[in-house]
């Protein structure tokens, strides 16, 4: 199937700094990226939709100048938490949509200290 | 999107079937019934999805009943690699709109 990459897949930063996830397909192109955010032992929550060439969409609730997302290219989107706090510690999930299903990212576990 | 209903974990033993139940009464005409897994710390990866027949891949079989208020996904012989998180969703076929809405899924722990 599909691949879909994220980079770093671990990151620690002190809070208040910002931190970019990127998000890429590998072997194919993608108009449209998904961020998911997921804490322990929860389900995974959508927060947004990337859209190349266009603003990206935010679920409700999500703040949308906390969590910039740039879908520069094709095979790009990033998802920056800006000024982390603890509390935005998380697994950042991102995925494309296939023919028929979406394929996941490996996920990025951010941590706030 | 329909709702959906599962047990929130199960076990099996290595080798055997595993049945995971999924309600979903309030599926529409035009809804697919989908199905995904997480192992611990990973990605959610894509199992199978189907309409109305039963369908089989070399994962997983889902059966889906008659009036398809529920269905049934099938690992034929559970391995500890399959040890995992399983969502059932249920949507529309893919469209402008691909979002995924995950429920609590089921935790099933595979034994040896």
């Known amino acids: 199937g599909a691949v879909v990459s994220q980079h770093p897949s671990r990151v620690i930063c002190k809070s208040g700094t910002s931190v970019k996830i990127e998000c890429r397909s590998l072997?194919?192109?993608?108009?449209?990226m998904f961020w998911y955010r997921q804490f322990p032992k929860k389900s995974l929550m959508l927060m947004a939709t990337?859209?190349?060439?266009?603003?990206?969409?935010?679920e409700q609730g999500v703040e949308k100048d906390k969590f910039l997302i740039n879908h520069a290219s094709l095979t790009l989107s990033t998802l920056t938490v800006t000024s982390a706090h603890p509390e935005d510690s998380s697994f950042y999930i991102c995925?494309?949509?296939?023919?028929?299903?979406?394929?996941f990212g490996p996920g990025t576990r951010l941590t706030v200290l | 999107d329909a709702k959906t209903t599962q047990p929130p974990s199960m076990d099996c033993a290595e080798g055997r079937a595993a049945n995971l139940p999924c309600n979903h009464s309030t599926i529409s005409g035009n809804e697919y019934v989908y199905w995904y897994r997480q192992i611990h710390s990973q990605g959610p990866q894509y199992i199978i999805h189907g309409l109305k027949n039963n369908e089989t891949n070399e994962m997983a079989s889902l059966i889906i009943t008659e009036d398809r208020k529920s269905s049934t996904l099938i690992l034929p012989h559970a391995t500890l690699r399959d040890t995992a998180v399983y969502y059932c969703i249920v949507r529309v076929a893919p469209s402008n709109d691909y979002k995924l809405s995950f429920g609590a899924g089921t935790t099933v722990t595979v034994r040896a």
């Open positions: 072997d194919f192109q993608a108009t449209t």
């Open positions: 990337s859209n190349e060439g266009s603003k990206a969409t935010y």
């Open positions: 995925s494309a949509p296939g023919r028929n299903e979406q394929f």
